[in-house]
């Protein structure tokens, strides 16, 4: 690391204090002592009606650009190469919300809901390596726009139909009416949930494994630690039909990392849609497994801190990256400008193009490319500092960031100095901007918007049986689901 002599050794420093200061307030605020101060009521409502248009827009990217035929979501777009499943999830899961914000009718929303369904029962599972969607209930990683079926030689992954089926068990709880369309909703989704073989994907079990091919067999990778895979697990112990041992939630929380990142203490690991997946689906305020109860907090906690931490990352900005500051920060997995080097001010950077950035203990992926999705994933956990950003991005960088389907993916403004090309977004004299949206980080915009406004998701989802049993023989226990495991 260079380094910083003059004016700019004294701005790094004040800005260190000044991430210092925020955080000693926030760890206040969380024990019970120094209370935030309520927002002016003028200023809450300009929020929520930002907070609208940021929603609105992006739910209407995946009403628009979705096959309203068989429901399969574009990973990327307008990009449109092939579908990716976990989209699907976070799709299907956005058509509730947008009935009940009156995007569209609750018709609507239960018919594309209906076909989505109907396509992925009926399409073909077998362990076959081509003209398939999926085997034993799992799905392909990538699947054809068109006809549904694998996408090359993508992986049967375990966390992406883990996402799809958190959308299959939102809409089997959600459409809970009387009428022929939502009672076969409840049909096809339990029927979904009930097919996956969770224990299949357990070559070393108590783990789960990442991936199978029919060409390779089983990935020697397992979700071992915090990662993504909370959701997983869970889905994976409330099965009806399939479930796992569980010895398997104690197995992965064993290899969690607890240390102190920018004065927090908390479970880490870099990129914060780590922090973000479980929570859009499982709302973990007040409910504890043994592991996190040790540590005096709970998951959501953990998720505010890993947003605070990241937050002071970016104000201390020891990369020295173009614009970072209180307001413009979150590195999460999503698209970037380019793969290669460049020397910027005497340092050599390395850029690149999809990869999972973050910054935690031990572990920095940075490359100046920041992700409205990783500030917007965390609306639940950190408002005060999450909604400002937000602001400040759109404010700032105007419509090369904000379109019609809201946030585009990513933007990198050091990138702008680097001299190299790009072929996935302009680059202009504020940086690089990415020319696509990614669905897998469209959803967390969407569904954590509402989860902070109105809770709806998981008001939703605490009805499910099947994510009730997969919390209890996890070990969880207090809060909302205190007296409901058997």
């Known amino acids: 690391m260079r380094e910083l002599t003059g004016s700019r050794y004294w ?37 929520d009606l930002f907070l609208e248009s940021v929603q609105r827009r992006t739910f209407d990217w995946f009403w628009d650009v979705t096959n309203s035929t068989n429901g399969l979501v574009p990973d990327r777009w307008p990009d449109v190469n092939f579908s990716s499943i976990a989209a699907i999830g976070f799709g299907l899961t956005a058509y509730g919300v947008g009935a009940e914000r009156g995007y569209v009718t609750r018709e609507q929303a239960a018919d594309r809901t209906v076909a989505t369904l109907r396509f992925l029962w009926n399409a073909p599972q077998s362990a076959a390596p081509r003209d398939v969607t999926g085997h034993r209930g799992f799905f392909y990683h990538f699947l054809d726009m068109a006809a549904g079926r694998r996408f090359q030689t993508t992986e049967l992954s375990a966390i992406d139909t883990a996402l799809l089926m958190a959308g299959v068990l939102f809409v089997q709880s959600y459409f809970d009416r009387d009428g022929p369309v939502e009672e076969e909703i409840r049909r096809l989704a339990d029927s979904l949930y009930r097919r996956v073989q969770w224990t299949w994907m357990q070559p070393r079990a108590p783990l789960i494994a990442m991936a199978w091919r029919p060409e390779q067999g089983m990935t020697p990778h397992d979700y071992k630690g915090y990662e993504e895979a909370m959701i997983l697990y869970v889905l994976a112990l409330g099965s009806p039909s399939h479930a796992i041992s569980p010895d398997a939630w104690k197995a992965r929380t064993s290899n969690y990392l607890w240390a102190t990142f920018y004065e927090q203490e908390f479970v880490n690991y870099a990129p914060l849609f780590i922090h973000q997946y479980s929570h859009i689906w499982i709302d973990f305020r007040g409910i504890q497994d043994d592991y996190i109860r040790e540590k005096g907090i709970d998951y959501f906690e953990n998720s505010r801190r890993a947003t605070f931490a990241q937050r002071a990352y970016a104000i201390d900005n020891p990369g020295g990256f173009r614009d970072y500051d209180e307001n413009i920060w979150g590195l999460t997995a999503c698209i ?27 572990d920095i992926r940075d490359d100046g490319t920041i992700a409205p999705t990783a500030a917007a994933g965390s609306l639940p956990f950190a408002p005060e500092i999450v909604v400002p950003a937000l ?19 990513a933007f990198n403004p050091t990138f702008a100095l680097a001299g190299l090309a790009s072929s996935s977004g302009p680059v202009v004299p504020e940086g690089w901007f990415s020319a696509n949206y990614l669905g897998i980080d469209q959803g967390p915009i969407v569904l954590m918007a509402e989860n902070h406004r109105t809770g709806l998701v998981w008001e939703v989802m605490k009805k499910n049986p099947h994510i009730v049993r997969g919390l209890c023989r996890a070990g969880f226990s207090g809060g909302w689901i205190e007296g409901r495991c058997q």
């Open 336 to 362: 970037g400008p380019a793969s290669g080097k460049a020397v910027i001010d005497g340092r050599e950077v390395r850029f690149h193009t999809y990869w999972a950035r973050g910054a935690s203990s031990g």
């Open 391 to 409: 602001k400040a991005m759109q404010e700032r960088y105007g419509d090369r960031l904000f379109k019609k389907y809201g946030f585009v993916d």
């Open 11 to 47: 701005l790094r420093a004040l800005s260190r204090v000044a991430a210092l200061c925020v955080l000693v307030l926030h760890s206040a605020c969380a024990t019970g002592g120094v209370q935030e101060r309520p927002v002016p009521a003028a200023r809450a409502q300009q929020d």
